[in-house]
């Protein structure tokens, strides 16, 4: 008999299902009752549970109960369960293995015996919710992993529906695509590329994942009951409503006249119609297109290339989809009820995979090394962490070993490169306890007589970098020339942080840039395209070009100074006037783009007109 638990896991519920071949191919949950449960723990002696009554006693700050698991596992201190003391950082963990040892138990009978004589090739299997960030996803594979749960996989939501989409051809011809789903009160978007099915971004959208419509629901809800609200506190029941008013609006009833249990545990009549809701109309809210379009500039995200999947809840609101519709790109409406369609394609993978995840993957050795490109990026990425401050090397080190250990079948030497893994962290402990040892040992004095040293570049400008140097390598010389001039004077500015690699890595493309200028063929000129963060949308009308400036018999005329400005001075006045418009005030700023502009303009130079009416169509915002 082959098995295997998935865990679906976000910042506030989680739920358990098995899958065993001989009961049908499909999940099943652990209990039908209650599939999904409350992300929150209590453990009092040997009472571990999770659920509804946890999240209760957390709210009533009971010591022994905890919510927000993400945020409680980063705390400092201990928790006793079954009369053994440990970090809150086993938390998690532990309340999971005592569902799993359940599993066992209850479900397959001790057929396979317990959860201790299975836990290091169980097939365990991870969803993760997009509300979850890269720092707790990272937690919960290394707090499994490092618990003995080596046949484990730790997959995105995103992702997965991305993959069954392309397997269903509707995702063809698009590069990229941008999953929406709303968790709780807020909205995510998931930028993912399509081709490697990974995720390069996620969008929270704070307080846009309700239809505004549901609190007009609920008022007219509660007045409904008429005098049975008498017994009841409104601010209690509101939640009870609010799952009510957006199950009905998700739906396609007419009207809503059906018993409602409340907090009293006692059943009331609750009446509810479309007709009612007539006067509110679905609403366009500027700030979802807003923030999604900007998003997609960020990533450099063509809208020709891109398409919105509406996920789950979203993909059954008209309010969420006349909303995605508004943004641009197209909108693809995932009618996947109760996730069913992704955790069959979930459960094909995992079973065309035999269910051997991570370093279990290979009973035997197959014979093959670690590809070369792989041990290159290992060996860059274990020397770039020694440079890193401890808490951003580790959180590369251990995306390096996580794509270690999800090859399959695993390489004869795969343990040497995460032994090399392990063996950074350690160090990088070491160097972080010493760090603070010597924080703490030395004098005031004696700190203020040191120059303070400098933070490493964000993980956030690095990548920006690295997006303008692949782009840079791509285009046409004058325009990658002005986009790293550009970055490198942005770059300048961070005087509290470690720039001086990334200054010599733009210097060299700078070089590249300019040598492969000398070098190229004369050609047509070339709109350039606009900078990483600036509207994709933004169009300039330029006037006709004079006759001077046209190229005789195909071939373009050299350079030359036009109204007393050439073209280098005005690539020079160009970048100091980008760079002082971060600097200056936005009025002050705005002027003297438009001014420097106009004197572009009569000087026939077109060259600079995307990047500075982008710039000013920014500042005017």
Partial sequence: MKYAVLIELSRSRLSFRYYRDDAGRFFLPFDEKSESLPLAIYCQGNDLQIGQYALEEAEKHNPCAWKDIFDVVKQKGN??????????????????????????????????????????????????????????????????????????????????????????????????????????????????????????????????????????????????????????????????????????????????????????????????????????????????????????????????????????????????????????????????????????????????KDFLFGTSASVAPTGHPLDDKLKAKVNRALREAALMTPQNAQIELMKIEQELMEITPAPTDLKVYLGKVKLAKENLRQRSTVNSQSRSTNTHDQNASKPKAKESLPQSDVRRIENILRIASRIIPENAIQQILLEKDRLLQKSSFDIQEWLEKLDRALCEAQSRQSQEKPKQPHTPPPLPGMNRTARVVRPAASHISRPINGTPQPAKQVSGLSMVEARKLFAAAISDSYKSPKSVAIKNLQDLLAKFHAANIHNFDVQMNGRIKILNK
């Fill in 79 to 352: 928790f006793v369960c079954r009369g053994i003391t440990m970090g809150m950082n086993e938390l998690l963990l532990v309340a999971v293995k005592k569902y799993l040892d359940d599993f066992f138990d209850r479900i397959l009978v001790r057929a396979k015996g317990g959860l201790e004589a299975n836990i290091s090739s169980m097939p365990l299997i991870f969803l993760l919710h997009s509300d979850i960030e890269i720092n707790d996803r990272l937690f919960v594979r290394k707090s499994f992993y490092d618990g003995g749960f080596v046949n484990l996989a730790v997959w995105d939501f995103g992702s997965e529906i991305v993959k069954r989409l392309c397997g269903e051809h509707k995702l063809d011809r698009k590069k990229y695509a941008l999953t929406v789903f709303a968790e709780g009160s807020n909205l995510y978007v998931d930028a993912i590329d399509v081709k490697q099915k990974t995720i390069l971004r996620t969008l929270p959208l704070q307080g846009k994942g309700v239809d505004p419509r549901i609190d007009y629901a609920v008022d007219l809800m509660w007045q409904s009951l008429g005098y049975q609200s008498y017994a009841l506190v409104r601010e209690n029941e509101t939640d009870i409503l609010r799952r009510v008013a957006a199950t009905f609006l998700q739906s396609s009833r007419i009207e809503f006249n059906d018993p409602v249990v409340f907090s009293d545990g006692v059943e009331r009549i609750v009446y509810l119609s479309r007709n009612q809701l007539e006067g509110r109309s679905v609403g366009i809210d500027v700030a979802i297109r807003g923030s999604i379009q900007n998003f997609m500039s960020q990533l450099n995200i063509a809208e020709q290339d891109c398409a919105i999947i509406a996920c789950g809840a979203v993909s059954a609101s008209d309010y969420f989809l006349t909303n995605l519709r508004n943004v641009g790109p197209e909108v693809i409406v995932d009618s996947d009820n109760g996730y069913q369609k992704t955790l069959a394609s979930i459960l094909n993978e995992a079973i065309a």
